[in-house]
């Protein structure tokens, strides 16, 4: 027995590193959102677990009931994506969210596969190592102005919405913050179960770094997201003693740290003069020392904290009451800011720092909302089709600005898939929970708490944000799902329960796996050389090399016949060759595969009045503008009006300056 312990140590060290690295590459990777990197991802993920049951590097005889009950909510939600490509008004993008669906599959099939000899463990330290790198260096953009401080102030400059808050490297705020309050999660929960107790000083002296980030990213559904992770770390976790006095001593450094930078108005804002050099290599040196005395600390107390004892509770009464209180003391310090973050239809004001934590700025979330639920109304049964929220959107804005997503999983899920799609999404995070649930009693508290307490952070954000459309954001939650599902190798079990507990056919769960991987590697693929090409051809196009940019939209085109960006790139490289005839074919077709997107119409407009058609050209920008939810941009509208100008004749063109105008 020892033997084989020494022989799975060196795969822990290997996993906990990897997964560290692995994570810490996605975050930088503007959090993984592209779809290229996506489809990269997917495919490099599948091939793991297809190469390595090959191998047989593991057992599919391992494979608990709960991992396969999960997995199969996770691939009836790919399924469903895939199919609603016959119904979506935009199958290019259905097929996108297969793809990222598919990727999500993999991680979790990955993880369950490996986790009986990587341990919970070794996964959960490489997360949580990841996150904080990734924290130290989205603090570094602060501390030193000149360390990419460039794409938080890029970020302000584009949306007066998220000027002086901290984005990098995810790109935004909240998922930023999502991130972070899963880091402090982890890193509390380290703090009391490291394994030496070094390990355990570490942690807790790093605590501080995420309650100043979460600071900086003024997120509150971050701070929920912590609240949340923290109850349910606090009600599963069996040392809460040491628990408790480990994240006192993390929260002592994090409230006095953010009490230093608060009056720090030139780092606050995220500005690039001298006097945010100055204010950050200050609150610099404030969060080492932070750092270092909270650590200090919890390495003087570590035997202290080992005898400490509580008063017994019942904390299943205890937490519902401690959420309370944390939800009534937000409102209390500034109740109009925090109601109307969700109800308020306008924007938060602009202006560096204005958008802060105490701000009453709104959000627009319950207008996101309320869109979502009336595009179920519109299609129940079916919904619109996954990925095409944002074409509802664009027709029924309930506020006049550019949406992609619903800021919440579950509702976006319940426009774009309907009942079903939205039970698979309950189903996955019903059974991991329950799962997790359920060991927590043979690990004695264990790895469940830790594991819990992220997925039910990444629960809540994932209500509250779009985190799921951000990889670097939701793959912590489907980590900590594959481990909740996964047979743990800590836990010795009898092969009665083992077996009551497995798969009942190994080759059939085999043959799935392997058609899966197929389908997810395929989709992926065909996803990555679209995109692929698309960017070569607007490449060519930038370079005037325009017969080398219409190949490359053709041949994305015969990719992914489904999709209308290969022909809209193709309208658009045609247009600028003057092949009108051409560009208005390619912009016809784009018209057909995505009749309620409003830029194919706005590019039909543009070319038929330079072909003289200025009447076909008014009833394709008419239709334009009511699919946009803003104005349409001048280079579509100003065409059509100089055209109808040479014509020296009564051609009655709506104007077009807003949305809604001359719409008879």
């Not at 060290?13 to 930088?28: F, K, P, R, S």
């Not at 994506?81 to 199958?91: K, V």
């Not at 006095?256 to 995220?270: P, T, V």
């Not at 709104?362 to 990925?387: C, H, I, K, M």
Request: overall charge positive; charged content about 15%.
């Amino acid at each position: 027995m020892r033997e084989i312990g020494r022989s799975i140590e060196p795969f822990k060290h290997g996993t906990l590193v990897l997964v560290a690295v692995a994570y810490t590459a996605l975050a930088l990777a503007n959090g993984g959102s592209s779809q290229r990197l996506t489809a990269a991802a997917t495919i490099a993920v599948w091939l793991v677990v297809a190469v390595g049951a090959l191998a047989r590097a593991w057992s599919l005889r391992s494979v608990p009931r709960w991992a396969i009950a999960a997995g199969g909510c996770l691939a009836g939600l790919g399924v469903l994506t895939g199919l609603s490509m016959i119904w979506a008004d935009d199958a290019g993008r259905a097929f996108a969210a297969f793809v990222r669906v598919a990727g999500y599959l993999g991680l979790f099939t990955l993880v369950v596969l490996c986790a009986p000899r990587s341990g919970v463990r070794a996964w959960l330290a490489g997360l949580a190592l990841g996150l904080t790198i990734v924290c130290v260096a989205s603090l570094g953009t602060r501390f030193d102005p000149s360390l990419f401080g460039d794409s938080d102030r890029n970020l302000g400059a584009l949306l007066p919405t998220a000027q002086g808050r901290l984005s990098y490297p995810i790109g935004y705020w909240n998922g930023l913050a999502a991130c972070l309050a899963i880091q402090a999660v982890l890193l509390a929960w380290f703090g009391a179960r490291g394994a030496t107790r070094l390990g355990r000083a570490i942690s807790v002296g790093l605590l501080p770094l995420p309650a100043l980030a979460l600071y900086l990213t003024s997120s509150r559904g971050g701070f929920a997201a912590l609240v949340a992770g923290g109850l349910v770390l606090l009600t599963v976790e069996r040392r809460r003693p040491v628990l408790l006095a480990g994240a006192a001593l993390g929260a002592i450094g994090g409230v006095l740290l953010i009490a230093y930078a608060h009056s720090r108005g030139a780092f606050l804002d995220g500005l690039s003069n001298s006097a945010a050099e100055d204010q950050g290599l200050q609150v610099g040196l404030a969060t080492l020392l932070c750092a270092v005395a909270a650590g200090m600390a919890r390495y003087l107390l570590d035997a202290r904290l080992a005898d400490l004892r509580l008063p017994a509770v019942s904390w299943r009464v205890a937490a519902p009451i401690l959420l309370a209180a944390a939800v009534a003391a937000v409102l209390l310090i500034n109740p109009e800011a925090h109601v109307g973050d969700v109800t308020s239809s306008g924007g938060d004001s602009a202006g560096p720092g204005s958008g802060h934590l105490l701000s009453a700025g709104g959000s627009n979330r319950g207008q996101y909302w309320q869109a979502a639920l009336d595009a179920f109304a519109s299609e129940p049964v079916t919904g619109v089709g996954a990925g095409n929220y944002v074409l509802y959107w664009n027709a029924h804005p309930e506020v006049a600005l550019t949406l992609v997503n619903a800021h919440s999983l579950y509702l976006e899920t319940l426009a774009e898939l309907g009942i079903a799609g939205l039970l698979l999404v309950l189903g996955f995070f019903a059974v991991t929970a329950s799962a997790g649930w359920r060991s927590r009693l043979a690990a004695r508290g264990g790895e469940a708490a830790p594991a819990l307490a992220v997925l039910a952070a990444g629960a809540l954000t994932a209500g509250l944000e779009w985190t799921w459309q951000i990889p670097a954001a939701f793959v912590p939650v489907i980590a900590v799902g594959g481990l909740l599902t996964a047979a743990p190798s800590e836990v010795p079990a009898r092969r009665s329960s083992r077996a009551r507990g497995e798969a009942p056919s190994p080759f059939g769960l085999g043959i799935a796996m392997i058609g899966i991987a197929w389908a997810s590697i395929w989709a992926a693929g065909i996803l990555l050389i679209t995109d692929l090409k698309l960017d070569s051809s607007r490449a060519a196009a930038a370079r005037d090399d325009l017969p080398q940019a219409a190949n490359d939209a053709r041949d994305a085109g015969r990719v992914q016949p489904w999709s209308p960006e290969p022909r809209l790139q193709l309208a658009l490289v045609e247009e600028l060759s003057d092949n009108l005839t051409a560009a208005r074919s390619a912009a016809g077709l784009a018209i057909d595969r995505a009749p309620d997107d409003w830029r194919p119409w706005a590019v039909a407009a543009r070319v038929d009045a330079r072909r003289g058609d200025l009447r076909a050209a008014a009833a394709e920008l008419l239709t334009a503008a009511k699919l946009s939810p803003l104005p349409l941009p001048p280079e579509f509208v100003r065409p059509v009006r100089q055209e109808a100008l040479k014509e020296r004749r009564d051609t009655r063109l709506p104007l077009l300056s807003g949305r809604g105008e001359n719409r008879e």
